[in-house]
């Protein structure tokens, strides 16, 4: 799987748009980026993933760069309760990676009132 | 539905206990992970399932053993437990077609001592 690099941290303002960055420079063709995030004491949830459009659901956005080296979480009106641990991981549906899913350090996203 | 739960929620052993954790999912799931979660070296794959009667070892096997006698259920065992194994052990399942959009439990926080 390709390694991925985030922020250790990030702030944002409650109401405002979260962006969240990843880089993933070393992505093959097949492989998948997924978003999970991590609230303080609660097991880990599932939030997007794409390929190489960009996606939406009624959690958040998924950017991801024409050359797919680098993508953007984006949470458009974020709230306090989106305050969490974020991950970005990169796999694809087979090979050595099948079945299995590697979380590095994230990215901890602090909310403001 | 309730999704994947785990049992115990907390529990202190002390070191060469042993204790079995149970997770079980009632949303059919054909795949089944153990990880655990330690400060600093953020979700590590201990062993997971792709399936009943199957089950293969993921980054960090060594000391713990798993079943999945039944589809709903993935046990993993500690037959003697180190104070290295003091951690937060989280449960997920997943989809053969979604393997990657797992949902996870609320997690077994267990110290040894």
């Known amino acids: 799987d390709a390694k991925t690099t985030q922020p250790t941290s990030m702030d944002c303002a409650e109401g405002r748009a979260a962006n969240l960055p990843c880089n993933h420079s070393?992505?093959?063709?097949?492989?998948?980026v997924y978003w999970y995030r991590q609230i303080h004491s609660q097991g880990p949830q599932y939030i997007i993933h794409g390929l190489k459009n960009n996606e939406t659901n009624e959690m958040a956005s998924l950017i991801i760069t024409e050359d797919r080296k680098s993508s953007t979480l984006i949470l458009p009106h974020a709230t306090l309760r989106d305050t969490a641990v974020y991950y970005c991981i990169v796999t694809n549906a087979g090979g050595t990676s099948y079945g299995k899913l590697t979380f590095g350090q994230g990215t901890i996203l602090t909310v403001h009132p | 539905n309730a999704g994947v739960t785990q049992t115990p929620k907390f529990r202190v052993l002390k070191t060469g206990q042993s204790m079995t954790l149970l997770c079980a999912q009632d949303m059919n799931h054909e795949y089944m992970y153990w990880y655990r979660q330690d400060p600093g070296m953020g979700l590590r794959l201990i062993h997971y399932?792709?399936?009943?009667?199957?089950?293969a070892k993921g980054e960090v096997p060594d000391g713990y053993n798993v079943s999945r006698l039944k589809k709903q259920n993935f046990l993993l065992g500690l037959e003697s437990a180190a104070p290295s194994q003091t951690s937060v052990y989280f449960c997920?399942?997943?989809?053969?077609?979604?393997?990657?959009?797992?949902?996870f439990g609320q997690g077994t926080r267990l110290t040894v001592v």
């Open positions: 399932s792709v399936g009943e009667g199957t089950t």
């Open positions: 070393t992505i093959s063709g097949n492989e998948y």
């Open positions: 997920a399942s997943s989809y053969e077609g979604r393997w990657a959009e797992a949902f």
